[in-house]
């Protein structure tokens, strides 16, 4: 169980907080969305629950342990936005091994299982890959270190409308053993897998029923 509790995040060089007094709950199996428009503060909440950033002040726990960003980094999987532009292997075996060469071909191959990409030979250039092939490799890529929350920022962006739907269908088979959370300025087709919904607003959470945004696109 992930709790939040009045996390907030005020760099020195701002006016004002980037992230107020967020709180939030999330169980294993579950996936969130957080739905807000552009510089509303979605990436750096993102960026501090992987502990990329630090935040000010609140409390981040899983279960009862309170969690550091040295913590959060082995934890959390954080996919970024567009992921495939950060590619850094040339076959997908070298980018699924990348900081992990000790993997073994059957936990890869798991990975892959769980992304839809098994049928793909280990050897493929991820450039070769679709776009929605890449953002699946992207998600494996975070699959194999086995992480407690997922992290998604922007899954769909760019993709064309079978690939978003395709990549749908994929989270929502990962969130019958992970815990998901994801980001995005457009909540249409992400609302219907979402167990748990929230909008930001200039760093402000609030909670809201993932059936506003079904009937709102809808
Ligand atoms: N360390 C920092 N110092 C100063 N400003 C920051 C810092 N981190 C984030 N910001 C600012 O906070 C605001 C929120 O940024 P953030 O990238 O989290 O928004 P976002 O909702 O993800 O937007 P987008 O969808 O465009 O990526 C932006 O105005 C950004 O410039």
Redesign the pocket.
Known sequence: MLHLRDVS?H?A??PSP?LKDISLDMAPQQLGLIV??????????L?ILSGL?KKTSGTIRWRDQDLNPEYLRELAGLVF?FPERHFCGSTILEELRLGHPELSRDRLHHALQEVGLDHLSLGTSPRDLSGGQQRRLALAVQLIRQPFLLLL??PTAGLDWSMRQQLVSVLARLKQDWCLLV?S?DASELAAIADRCWT?HH?QLQSVEPSLFITASA
């Open positions: 995040y760099p060089a701002t980037i807000g428009p552009s510089g509303s503060g979605k990436s750096t909440l960026e950033a936005q920022d922007e980001v300025h930001l760093g």
